[in-house]
């Protein structure tokens, strides 16, 4: 136990830091269901009691699937309602006992009500006709009185940290105090008693004298029903031993609680906070029975260390609820520190899995769940299956959960568990991709590949990622590159034309195996977007000719329109003005390329050659990141609908060298200063555009603030040497921020 001393200390006090700097983080995503199953398969809520949910393995948050525990007040609202009315009957409606027990706004009527009964004023009118002589309901309007008053205190988060951080929190007055606890005394009344007591319990601890809790839950103890009133109590006593820094004494009780009150194991298991081994060690001495030795040790396996808690606990009675949630803990962050493993070689993979895997604990789970003494032996043969598949045992874990298929319960849930278990195993074992291994793989897959989920707790979706991943690996392996392309999408494939060609064959082949049909159900790129991709990069190569003929066998190409005119060429770059100005034509991919082609042949034929040259120096401007129509290069293959271009498509998508060309061409073929001014400040734009690719968007640093916004271009010398006389310069002047600068006007 000497080797846990620093370890149980620093876990107890991470979870605590941890917890104080997730609670906004928790917040801010707390109006949807956290999944758990991007890292995990091992599905806890198969196997073990609600009341441990939130205690199961998350890294991410306080509390699994919750975050943060904010049930603090309302925790035992429906359990308050069915009690009190189960005493009252129908002496008083559903919809005024829920009122006066639990909206905040009825301390107004309630305190009508007891002014009615003591002091025979009238009584609210929506309370008119309850009878306010009968005994029952004067105790009960008599106990709200006065539980109102000391819910003032008491219903400020009663956590841990509010005891050391010096917030004010309302005293309960000593007299009421006397009053409650006379109440208590006198009262006849078996259920009323029992509630003057908790009531009495807690105004002791928000009063300015909390330590006289204690011994009122001394002299109290032996004679008030153990029940949930009876372990909230114990509790506040808890509560207060902390705040006396007895730690011992406090940490005992909260296990006491935990294990006693299923409905307090959140609330307890976050004030649990041995401050060193030295306190655990006390609280553990306290211990009178094997369930609460059993109880201390679970919460120490919460916090620092499964393997051992679950050790001691088996020792002191295998059959201990409290064995299950740590079992899920166990395996469910030995498969999530397993899963982080990056691979590219299955072999390598299942070497570094097995070499990897906690050893002692494969060797826990697996002796524990051969001798049976627990009282779920399925959850154990299944996680004992799990660690061995893990391990590379892999006729072990099926022998293990056929086991637990025998054993298990008939519920949906437990039913997808244990088929995923199988497939995982069934596949970790296969080494090379045949069709016999694919016909034995295909049902399974299958099922996994188009699993309908109705419970929303059943984690899936870290084996599909890891099957694709794991499957394409073998294929890579074995040089078969179309299949593995398919199990595992890989961004850079279509950068190879070999691999461009191999998939075109394969999906324009007409007959496919069931097996490749199901790889083919789970990519998600189409013949359609092939021929798309390499039509629009064949008309980055000028190959325009060649494009269109792609771009023809391309459903996207006819039909995606672009957003603005594509031929327009403006001083200032501004997408959102030329997508929202009205077109005459609307252009798709397939009709713009057209137009380029019909441009390009009388430019070669020499046919107004400016217009011509002009207008395709636009068009392949706006074609590249800077231009008006990038929706032409946006696409499922190319991938590149943001402000950064990967570094694979930057020549093509950053370069505005054909613009540049056919500007030049337009320049020399211009017979006005107008047309030369306009041609000369284009091709600065493509001046300053490389200017900016060079030292921008080719940096790794690309988001951050440019040093250098513009230079003295060449273009903005010769705009101003030689067509300073043209109404064009005047435009140039009026919309270029960065021309007007370079010319001292700003």
């Not at 983080?25 to 009341?51: H, K, L, N, Q, R």
């Not at 030295?278 to 396996?301: I, P, R, V, Y």
Request: hydrophobic share 35%.
């Amino acid at each position: 136990m000497r080797k846990k001393n620093s370890s149980f200390k620093k876990s107890v006090m991470l979870f605590s830091l941890a917890a104080l700097a997730t609670y906004g983080i928790v917040w801010a995503c707390a109006d949807g269901f956290m999944e758990y199953d991007y890292d995990s398969s091992f599905t806890p809520e198969v196997y073990v009691d609600e009341s441990y949910t939130p205690l199961f393995y998350s890294p991410q948050d306080v509390f699994y699937s919750i975050g943060f525990d904010d049930d603090y007040v309302k925790r035992f609202n429906d359990d308050i309602v069915m009690e009190w009315s189960a005493y009252l009957k129908d002496k008083i409606t559903k919809e005024q006992l829920q009122y006066l027990l639990l909206n905040d706004s009825a301390v107004t009527a309630i305190n009508q009500l007891y002014n009615a009964v003591w002091k025979k004023t009238p009584a609210p009118a929506r309370f008119s006709k309850l009878n306010l002589a009968d005994e029952k309901i004067k105790g009960f309007i008599e106990f709200m009185h006065y539980a109102r008053i000391v819910e003032v205190s008491s219903t400020t988060p009663a956590y841990s940290w509010y005891y050391d951080d010096g917030k004010k929190i309302p005293a309960v007055d000593p007299k009421l105090i006397v009053q409650i606890e006379k109440l208590y005394t006198d009262t006849k009344d078996t259920f009323l008693k029992n509630r003057y007591w908790f009531q009495t319990m807690k105004a002791y601890f928000y009063s300015k004298n909390n330590q006289s809790i204690v011994a009122f839950f001394e002299k109290t103890k032996t004679s008030v029903p153990q029940n949930t009133l009876y372990y909230r109590g114990m509790a506040y006593v808890a509560g207060a031993h902390y705040k006396k820094k007895n730690y011992a004494a406090s940490n005992y009780m909260y296990s006491v609680v935990f294990d006693k009150c299923p409905e307090m194991r959140v609330v307890t298991t976050y004030n649990f906070h041995p401050q060193e081994q030295s306190d655990f060690q006390a609280s553990l001495a306290m211990a009178k029975t094997t369930d609460e030795k059993a109880a201390l040790w679970s919460l120490f396996g919460y916090y620092a260390d499964e393997k051992l808690a679950i050790q001691e606990i088996y020792k002191l009675n295998p059959a201990s609820a409290h064995l299950d949630f740590l079992v899920t803990r166990l395996v469910n962050k030995e498969e999530v520190r397993l899963n982080a493993i990056a691979f590219t070689s299955a072999e390598e993979y299942r070497k570094t899995r097995k070499e990897k895997l906690d050893k002692n604990a494969l060797q826990i789970v697996t002796t524990i769940a051969k001798e049976e003494k627990t009282t779920k032996p399925y959850l154990w043969n299944i996680a004992a299956g799990y660690m061995n598949t893990l391990a590379g045992n892999y006729s072990i874990a099926t022998q293990l959960f056929d086991k637990a298929e025998k054993q298990g319960p008939k519920s949906e849930l437990a039913f997808l568990q244990l088929h995923l278990m199988r497939v995982i195993n069934t596949l970790s074992a296969v080494t090379k991709m045949d069709s016999q291994v694919e016909n034995k793989l295909l049902l399974d897959l299958t099922w996994l590949y188009n699993i309908k989920k109705n419970d929303a707790t059943f984690r899936y979706q870290n084996a599909l990622n890891w099957s694709q991943q794991y499957i394409a690996s073998l294929y890579k392996q074995q040089q078969n590159v179309v299949l593995a392309e398919l199990f595992d999408r890989d961004k850079k494939f279509y950068n190879t034309n070999s691999n461009l060609e191999a998939m075109k064959a394969f999906l324009e082949r007409p007959t496919k195996s069931p097996w490749e049909q199901l790889a083919l159900g789970i990519y998600d790129i189409t013949l359609s977007d092939i021929y798309e991709y390499q039509a629009v990069t064949t008309a980055y190569a000028g190959k325009l000719d060649n494009a269109i003929a792609l771009m023809e066998r391309s459903q996207n190409g006819k039909d995606i329109e672009l957003l603005g005119n594509p031929f327009n060429g403006k001083i200032k770059d501004c997408h959102d003005c030329d997508h929202a100005a009205t077109q005459k034509v609307k252009y798709t991919k397939l009709t713009f390329l057209k137009k380029m082609k019909e441009m390009q042949d009388h430019v070669d034929k020499g046919e107004d050659v400016y217009n011509n040259s002009s207008l395709l120096g636009n068009a392949y401007y706006n074609m590249t990141y800077f231009g008006n129509a990038r929706v032409f290069y946006y696409g499922a293959i190319m991938d590149q609908y943001g402000n950064y271009i990967d570094k694979d498509y930057q020549s093509i998508l950053l370069s505005c060298n054909l613009a540049n060309q056919y500007y030049q061409k337009a320049f020399d073929a211009a017979t006005t200063p107008e047309q030369k001014a306009k041609c000369m400040y284009m091709m600065t734009k493509c001046e300053r555009n490389a200017f900016y690719t060079e030292k921008y968007h080719s940096s790794n640093d690309f988001y951050s603030d440019p040093e250098v916004s513009f230079l003295a271009w060449s273009g903005f010398k010769k705009l101003k040497a030689d067509y300073s006389n043209t109404k064009y310069y005047k435009e140039v002047i009026n919309e270029c921020g960065y021309f007007r600068k370079y010319l001292g006007l700003e």
